[in-house]
């Protein structure tokens, strides 16, 4: 028998372990190979002549590789821990420490080459479809197939060079001494969870410092930029790692101190949750991790998807905006005008308000008659009195200051009101002012004239938002032009991309998930399955095993989630001036989503464990 056939063997017998992981390799080859197939597609060039594109593709399947990384890592501990038995038997047998680090690397590449060439076939059946949604995203007017090669060999070096670092570096972690040790793992008792308190609390108070001082914008959090960050995303992972190894340790004290402890298997289930506590709460920690970014990726990006409307039309109010500058010809401006008003007269039923306010372009603030602010349709009317002014907003999300009047030579105005909505493009001000007829007369700074155009269903009109600033664009002496329907049309563009990629990393992170938790269960299978056949030498039922692990199961699987979904609902209860209720809803949403899969998942799981465990 050759050493080869031994490793091929090896894996054939013990197949269960190296399927999860052959599986979630090939899930996470062929998503960074289908972002890397639409990267390098010849039509990305004439799409995006920046290639901003083309490089946020290539970044999204980066991350997924430095992900894999990880991902990869902990699975061949899982695997190294399982076979600690198999690998133990060898080495009695005679087979030399150098030896099993060989068979133990040329077994992970055997299914790392396999995992890497499943994927890009895969990839190659999936890519026409996956193109077709990436057109449709991307709005090309041909984005077929082509054959790859740029892809297929970027994938196949990176994960190649991927397996061999993870294989040769955790084969080196492979001593006699501890496989040795571990052959005893049977009687070799779990260390039992630590009460740390302290620790709870000091990364608690961390945490919450760090976070209010970036939320508030405090000024010695803006000195350190990045780092801020940084500290805060790692004490939050250590906060949410004492959160929940102590949560498990106290449950387990609660549990034991019930009156229904010696009832049923309540004693049965609590003293191996005690037993095991320690491995329990990391994999609890881990799902709770990356069900985090499954909630925070579909979440943030789906609402910021779904607000596209709302936040375009609070930069721009109006379907088209013409704003003529002094410089500008009455000619200029009436040939503009009427191309303007005929091609969206086609379109149907238009509203036109004309405006107009002075500007004092040092200072980037505009004055406005009652008059003419009233002329514009988007908002209410309002009346002043003849010693009163009030403010409109110029840039989208910026307070203004109302009190900059007070440095102009307009005699003794009081504050009546502010209007927080920008009433025409955000950034063509820093301000409105509102002032009587009678002092907007005496303002001697030049007249810019607005007219602006409302259509209805006006996020149909792309078209007509193209003829038009296709032939009226910004000329900055001249006149300015704005359209929310084509800024409406540019951020649903970016924000189905960020979607689009979005999606596919909260997948990756519940495949990882599903994965973690697999391994889990497959490393304590044999260990478990002993114990409970020696259990039900004593009369334990299976009925009554069934009820033991199902609620070991409930605790691995729905822990974490709600663990997750507590953290996120906290967050957005800090952040809840920050964040619109669009967000909560979907927010909302994807949770109840998730917990449904999770659901379906928590009985296919508990049916195939159960079945391992009896059989």
Known sequence: MSFNHIVVQNILRDKSTYISYFLSSVFSILIFFL???????????EIDTTSTLGITMLLAGFFIYIFSFVFIIYSLFAFLKKKTKTLGLFMMTGASLKQIRKMVFRENMLVAGAAIVIAIALGLIIAPLFLMVAKKILRADSFGMYVPMQAI?????????????????MTRLIKKEEIVQLLKSDVTQEKLISSVPLKLVLSTIVSAFLFVSIIKEMSWIASFETLGYIALFVSLLLTLYFVVTQGVLLAIRLLQRRSSYFQKTNMLFVSNLKAKGRSHAHIMYLLTILLLGVFVCTSVLYSSYYNVKKNAE??????????????????AEKKDLTFIEETLGKEGKVTVDYSAFKA???????????????????????????????????????HPNTETIHDYPFGELHYAGLEEKNILSTGLRNAYFIVPDEVYETIDYPVYKVFAYEVDQWTDKVEVAEIILSRIHTE??????????????????????????????????????MSILYFYLQTSLAG?????????????????????????????????????????????FGMHSYISSTFSQMTAIGVGIFLLLFVISFFIIRRSYLNKLVN
């Open 153 to 169: 060999m970027l994938t196949v070096v990176l994960f190649v060079i991927l397996f061999i670092v993870v294989s040769k570096w």
């Open 314 to 331: 609070a930069a721009y109010p109006y379907s088209f905006q013409y704003v003529s500058l002094p410089n500008n010809t009455s000619e």
């Open 528 to 572: 478990e399955k002993e114990k409970y056949v020696g259990i039900r030498k004593i009369g334990l039922s299976v009925k009554e095993l069934s009820s033991v692990v199902t609620k070991e199961l409930a605790t691995l699987i729905f822990a974490p989630f709600t663990i997750a979904a507590i953290v996120l609902f906290v967050a957005m």
């Open 476 to 513: 900055p002496d001249l006149h300015l032009t704005a359209s929310k329907i084509d800024l409406y049309d540019a951020e649903k563009f970016v924000k189905s991309i960020m979607f689009f990629i979005g999606f596919m990393l909260s997948l990756i992170f519940m495949s990882a998930a």
């Open 35 to 45: 972002f890397s197939t639409t990267a390098f597609h010849p039509m990305m060039t």
């Open 360 to 398: 004092d372009d040092e200072q980037w603030i505009g004055f406005m008659s009652v008059s003419n602010y009233n002329a514009l349709g988007l908002h209410e009317p309002i009346t002043l009195k003849d010693n009163e002014y009030y403010v409109a907003a110029g840039n989208e999300g910026v």
